[in-house]
């Protein structure tokens, strides 16, 4: 419960430090940081118009999109706490129940009939698909490592000392950055903040959503920030005592956050055609990381 309740408290705060960011970044003072949570507020409290073209899978999606995210936050520890559920194996719960809200989410805009959300859609599943092989080899990688196969066993087991684990590390933190921007359609692969039919990926595919079920639609983005900084907050604190870790977690978030913030600010948006490239050299990193493994533990001959 542990986990659920500091995750719940970065969601809130983590998508206004990210906008915070790069207001200042461009010198501006832009919104306060409470504004994204004001904003789905005021989308709960309105009611979802929808076409006539759609069906009930329209109406259903948004609904299991967040539900899914929530599943998925409920596999995830916090230092030697582990998550409301634990099992062997639970990461790869971690992922497809992501998937299978972002499969609804991808049917969903096909469900509407427009040419202009299914060319989103496609976009979404190619990048995903693209995503998946990085974020198993990596978790593959720690389970070697750690000899465990869940979330709380792996994390727990982790020890960062040696010059090899630390830059392990630090490539296993790129690559979950990388893949929590893939997957909320940020920079560089998404711009979250353009209208251009061109490049549009995301914000394509939930032109048609409204009210209610927008504010759901938004809260999900929120928490899988949130829920993979989690991750990597995990990479580093490993069972230290509590004292110590949750100031840790808080620390780890802002960071993320402001990273995020900044690399939206500095850095340009990739042409569509390089997006898949970039996402497959993740799957490069994460190989760098699971040949680091098999040198820690002396697996090579």
């Known amino acids: 419960m542990l986990s659920i309740f ?14 915070r960011t790069k207001s200042k970044a461009s010198g501006r003072k832009g919104p306060g940081i409470m504004q994204p949570i004001r904003d789905v507020y005021r989308l709960f409290r309105k009611g979802s118009v929808y076409s006539e073209t759609t069906s009930f899978i329209f109406q259903l999606a948004p609904t299991v999109y967040f539900a899914s995210v929530v599943m998925a936050l409920l596999v995830v520890p916090f230092g030697k706490s582990p998550g409301v559920l634990s099992f062997n194996g639970d990461f790869i719960f971690f992922a497809y129940v992501l998937a299978l809200g972002k499969f609804f989410s991808i049917i969903s805009a096909l469900d509407t009939g427009s040419s202009f959300e299914g060319m989103g859609a496609s976009r979404e599943a190619l990048y995903s698909m693209f995503a998946e092989p990085a974020f198993f080899i990596l978790m593959g990688s720690l389970a070697l490592l750690s000899g465990h196969t869940s979330f709380q066993g792996i994390f727990a087991s982790l020890h960062i000392g040696s010059q090899i684990s630390y830059a392990l590390a630090a490539l296993a933190t790129f690559v979950l950055l990388m893949i929590a921007m893939i997957e909320n359609s940020r920079m560089p692969i998404d711009d979250p903040k353009t209208h251009l039919e061109l490049t549009m990926v995301h914000e394509v595919m939930i032109l048609d959503n409204s009210g209610f079920d927008l504010g759901l639609i938004l809260t999900a983005g929120y928490l899988k920030f949130a ?14 005592p509590y004292q ?16 995020i913030g900044l690399i939206e600010s500095f850095m340009a948006r990739f042409r569509m055609s390089h997006n898949p490239q970039f996402i497959v050299v993740l799957t490069s990193v994460s190989l760098l990381i699971f040949f680091g493994v098999l040198l820690i533990l002396q697996k090579f001959v």
């Open 6 to 19: 500091l995750n719940l408290i970065a969601a809130l705060f983590f998508t206004g430090i990210v906008i």
């Open 244 to 259: 110590y870790a949750i100031p840790a977690f808080f620390a780890i978030q802002f960071m993320m956050a402001v990273a």
């Open 227 to 240: 829920l993979y900084g989690a991750l990597i907050v995990n990479l580093f604190i490993g069972v230290i």
